[in-house]
């Protein structure tokens, strides 16, 4: 018999970092850290601090494993990832400003 849901075979990947997000993924191994701390701190279970380690350890893979492929590309596509990084980390900055202005034009009645 045929699959009847061929769509939701579909293998789901998961998403790919880019270096741009190089800098809010260490701010959030920092505050991930934070949490950590404040979980000793108040004796909190071992699991609890275990996940936040097994979190930490990811991220921190991750930013490596950036880190270690922009080093090996050559200087000049190095310099135009960077530059294509900063781009795009301003435009999410600015995501929740207006980028065009509006005018409501009140039509006349006839």
Do not use: C, W
């Amino acid at each position: 018999m045929p699959d009847p849901f061929p769509v939701l075979r579909l293998r789901i990947l998961p998403p790919r970092p880019d270096p741009s997000y190089l800098p809010t993924v260490e701010d959030h191994i920092n505050s991930l850290r934070a949490d950590r701390e404040t979980a000793l701190a108040m004796d909190a279970a071992g699991f609890v601090v275990d996940n936040l380690t097994a979190q930490i350890v990811s991220y921190k893979e991750v930013t490596e494993k950036m880190r270690r492929r922009m080093a090996n590309m050559p200087d000049e596509e190095r310099a135009e990832l960077e530059e294509a990084a900063a781009v795009l980390r301003r435009l999410r900055a600015g995501e929740s400003r207006k980028l065009l202005p509006l005018t409501v034009i009140q039509q006349e009645k006839k």
